[in-house]
């Protein structure tokens, strides 16, 4: 979706702002939000991508101003109401007022080390490689309202396959819940001139991870 | 403009109610999902324990030192950098298909996930605010070299910027270059000069005798 979340290539954020010894969190509670995101990851109730796209539907002005863990909290908030795992009254009551749904397995304190271990997004190739490295190619000129991972300024451009990552998960059908649908991955290269406009610095080269839905050959 | 952590920051201090209200509402879905049994608050507060003492850049600064330090290593990185970092048995479990990019004199490499948050969490640990905040993700893929100006790094205008941006789940750490004046040293004393943000690409590795 043409979101606010997709923010390369805006203008007006102004300068980046590192923090000197920054803390891992800045308040208790985003801690554990954190935690319980990777818990609820573990315990299958929703994919990175279904928390994702959730996030991506965040009211403009929410995403734009919340913290980082708050918009964590309110993606989880939203994946849980809308897969069935808690109802708007238990949020709002703060307690339990029906069983649980069952889980696919618990993150519990035994399992800690194992569950934040990343899985594998590889699956078995569902049709054969149609781009190796070195083939010019061309993003598809796309605007899915639902959640995609071809980002705005990388849509309709020139760019050269420069590895190809094996055939993995597609996030714009898992999202909507229509399966792995596995598709190749490529990391693909522009220069800055393409994406930006001739008198863009000729020295900068950009690249993203394109799966091969989004590629035509050119 | 305020950054997204400032904003939490404006919240602490003018906003105390909207904290008190986030602060509740995260109390409120803890005590719902332990109610019905799906998260153990245990292994909540182990979770966090492993964030804050376990799972950081220190894990990237000792795969970047022996990188430094052993070049069959290197050549392993760079082929195939899952493969060489899940052969530090003593690195958190490896993400599914990591990326190391090298900082060269000809070509300096940038991370940055304008989408989401994407980093290396089992290298990097949890990203910086800013990674994840709106300036730097709207800007890395445009502006590097204004970027990089923000952190006090200014490059050779010939030197090529290649930017990597973390569109799927391929993971990117960066193998700055390796400081002068560090011959023979251990993989120790070098990891100490690999600073988080040298392996993300918005810093160079420290010089002999330089602070962070």
């Not at chain 1, 598809?140 to 980002?151: C, E, F, G, M, S």
């Not at chain 1, 420069?162 to 596995?182: L, M, R, T």
Request: glycine share 8%; with cysteine.
């Amino acid at each position: 979706m043409d979101g606010v979340h997709d923010m390369g290539g805006m203008d007006g954020f102004g300068k980046v702002e590192p923090e000197q010894n920054e803390p891992v969190f800045h308040a208790p509670w985003e801690g554990r939000v954190l935690a319980m995101v990777r818990s609820m990851g573990y315990a299958g109730a929703y994919s990175a991508d279904h928390a994702r796209f959730a996030r991506e539907r965040l009211p403009p002005t929410t995403y734009l101003t919340a913290s980082y863990y708050q918009r964590w909290q309110l993606g989880m908030e939203m994946c849980l109401l809308e897969r069935g795992y808690v109802t708007a009254e238990e949020l709002t009551t703060g307690h339990a007022l029906q069983p649980g749904k069952s889980l696919k397995r618990k993150l519990t304190s035994e399992v800690v080390s194992a569950g934040l271990a990343r899985p594998s997004f590889h699956r078995q190739q569902q049709a054969p490689q149609r781009f190796k490295p070195g083939d010019r190619v061309r993003t598809k000129n796309i605007h899915p309202i639902t959640h995609t991972r071809l980002p705005r300024y990388a849509r309709d451009k020139l760019g050269v396959v420069e590895i190809c990552h094996g055939c993995q998960v597609y996030p714009d059908s898992v999202a909507v819940d229509s399966g792995d649908n596995p598709q190749w991955l490529y990391t693909v290269v522009f220069t800055s001139q393409e994406l930006w406009g001739p008198d863009a610095d000729p020295t900068i080269t950009v690249t993203i991870d394109a799966f091969e839905t989004y590629l035509d050959p050119a | 403009m305020a950054s997204s952590h400032d904003n939490d920051h404006e919240q602490h201090n003018h906003h105390g109610s909207e904290l008190s209200e986030t602060q509740l509402r995260v109390r409120a879905l803890e005590t719902v999902l332990t109610e019905k049994g799906y998260i153990e608050p245990a292994a909540i507060d182990a979770i966090i324990e492993a964030y804050e003492t376990k799972i950081g850049p220190r894990n990237g600064a000792a795969v970047i030192a022996r990188a430094w330090a052993d070049p069959a290593f290197k050549k392993a990185l760079l082929d195939n950098a899952t493969n060489a970092v899940a052969s530090m048995g003593y690195v958190s479990g490896v993400s599914d298909y990591l990326v190391a990019v090298e900082n060269t004199q000809k070509r300096h490499n940038m991370i940055v996930c304008t989408l989401c948050s994407c980093y290396p969490w089992e290298l990097l640990g949890l990203p910086p605010t800013w990674y994840k905040s709106a300036p730097y993700r709207s800007r890395a893929v445009k502006d590097p070299r204004g970027v990089l100006a923000d952190f006090g790094v200014t490059l050779p205008k010939d030197t090529e910027i290649r930017v990597w941006d973390s569109t799927a789940e391929t993971r990117f750490i960066v193998l700055p270059m390796r400081p002068a004046g560090t011959e023979g040293w251990s993989t120790e004393q070098l990891a100490d000069l690999v600073t988080r943000n040298s392996m993300i690409g918005t810093g160079l590795a420290l010089n002999p005798g330089e602070k962070a």
